[in-house]
């Protein structure tokens, strides 16, 4: 407060003639007494003004932290959601039709070919050797032939309209429309290029799109999760392991739904003991589990009517399941430090065979010690995350030895190395993604890359949006986008891919 002496005058306050100092401020009279309370009251109301600034300091940085959960965030996924159904729809029904009239067609050449046979057998039990007959039923034939060749007789047509209403982002500071929109077809995707490049980056701020409700057992909650499987419309089926059960949640839900378990820890068929893996077998909907705690491999099915498992594998420790295109299962055996394969039938098991380590614990590139998760893709090729050697084994279709691709200098934190490695993905550019637990961070290799780079985590162990605890699971949808199972913030993250 700036005063100012004016002499001999009346104080505005007590109405006495003395020595006044002036406020600048309110142009008022004040003598010394009256003066320092006016100060008093400036200072306290000083605190008000600060008060309330902290306060609204305090919003500003929750909004701002909240950004994930922001409604237009919620609008976006809602019409990303709605689009994929409505894709998914479409062709479902184009499907269907394309079916329906396809085998119209081949049924209809089918009559034929069952009619030109009659006439082949009539001629021959008549004895009819005749030159004319037999062009007609050459003919015939070619004509058949002419037929199939051009068979089924439908065909795909895009028309120039607008499938799916795109959206896009105004600024109302700029009143500029944002260049990154959303695309209206599936033609105008994310170049290749774009999408290969190494400089692509992930929203470091994650979206939770499970669980983040704090620990506990209801159904739009978690406890230390482990496993993560996504299907092909993106719903996400997690093995909550220390609430023993296994959820599926519907893409965009707020809540999941108990699938398996969910009765209590136990060895009952009907209950399970610290999942830690699951992955969806869509021949016979069903789910196949590895249930740790009780030293087993489980298939449930789906179907309604189904209440409990049935034991595929027992007496085995195993965190690791993967299912391949060919209807084989892949196996890791924790205690025995081996990656087995087999053929998946209906409800059992058959043609053990040893596909990975079986050499005893140990690093030399035949040995595994103590493997958890495993990835396959599309060429059979197998990636191990060897827990006990913290590092990542690449093992190609048929080999007597492994190749390292990651975790090149054994335990720690630096870019060459990890820290109790967990599960692992591949895209198809070759990159490999691991959950480097320890670190709590997401590390990406590129092919023939010794050093990582960090994609989620950079900041250190945390629960904020850019941040992970013990991130356990970890996979990745048709358009490279990031899922983490974040285990000890007990939720589920989806980190989008920038390509800016």
């Known amino acids: 407060m700036s005063i100012t002496p004016n002499g001999r005058r009346e104080c505005s306050v007590c109405n006495e003639e003395k ?51 922001h409604q237009t965030m919620q609008k976006i996924a ?29 049924n209809e050449i089918e009559m034929k070919l069952n009619k030109l ?47 799916i209403q795109r959206v896009f982002i105004i600024s109302s500071s700029t009143g500029t429309e944002i260049i990154r929109q959303g695309q209206s077809k599936l033609s105008q995707s994310t170049s290749t290029q774009e999408r290969k490049s190494v400089s692509a980056k992930y929203l470091t701020s994650g979206i939770t799109i499970s669980g983040g409700n704090g620990e506990g057992a209801r159904t739009n909650q978690l406890s230390a999760p482990e496993g993560i499987y996504l299907d092909e419309d993106l719903n996400v089926y997690i093995a909550d392991c220390a609430n023993h059960r296994i ?23 009907d209950q ?41 594998l027992s007496d085995i420790k195993s965190s690791g399941l993967a299912l391949d295109n060919f209807g084989y299962l892949f196996v890791s055996d924790w205690k025995k430090n081996e990656i087995r394969k087999y053929r998946l039938s209906e409800d059992k098991l058959s043609g053990e065979q040893v596909v990975a380590g079986g050499n005893g614990s140990g690093s030399n590139l035949n040995q595994l010690t103590h493997p958890t998760f495993i990835f396959i893709d599309k060429t059979s090729t197998l990636f191990i ?69 960090i994609v989620i985590g950079e900041k250190g162990q945390g629960n904020q949006p850019f941040q992970l605890n013990s991130p356990v699971g970890l996979t990745l949808d048709k358009d490279n986008h990031l899922y983490v199972v974040d285990s000890q913030n007990h939720r589920i993250q989806k980190y989008q891919l920038s390509l800016n």
């Open 19 to 69: 020595i006044t100092y002036q406020c600048k401020g309110c142009a008022r009279d004040f003598c010394y007494k009256h003066l320092s309370e006016h100060r008093q009251i400036f200072i306290e109301e000083l605190g008000v003004v600060e008060n309330d600034r902290d306060q609204f300091r305090e919003i500003l940085l929750e909004q701002k932290e909240n950004l994930p959960n």
């Open 78 to 106: 809602k019409w990303e959601s709605e689009s994929i159904k409505k894709i998914k729809q479409t062709a479902d029904d184009c499907r269907e039709i394309f079916m329906f009239e396809a085998l119209q067609c081949y």
């Open 117 to 163: 046979h009659n006439d082949i057998v009539v001629t021959r039990e008549e004895n009819e050797f005749n030159e004319i007959i037999l062009e007609q039923l050459r003919l015939k034939l070619t004509k058949l032939i002419e037929e199939l060749a051009k068979a089924p007789n439908v065909s795909l047509q895009q028309d120039s309209s607008t499938f």
């Open 247 to 269: 959820l599926k949640w519907k893409y965009g839900e707020k809540d999941g739904r108990i699938i398996a378990g969910g009765n209590n820890k136990g060895d009952r068929l």
């Open 272 to 312: 399970l003991n610290e999942p830690t893996c699951v992955v969806f077998d869509k021949k016979s909907n069903s789910i196949i589990i590895s249930d740790w705690g009780n030293k087993r491999i489980l298939k449930w099915s789906l179907d309604k009517a189904s209440s409990q498992g049935k034991v595929l």
């Open 385 to 453: 995350s060897d827990q006990g050697n913290h590092r990542i084994m690449k093992w190609s279709k048929g080999a007597k030895e492994g190749t390292l691709v990651g975790g090149f200098r054994g335990q720690g934190n630096q870019l060459t190395q990890l820290s109790r490695p967990q599960d692992i993905a591949t895209d198809q550019f070759g990159f490999l993604y691991v959950a480097d637990c320890d670190n709590h961070r997401i590390i990406r290799y590129t092919p023939n890359d010794m050093q990582g780079s």
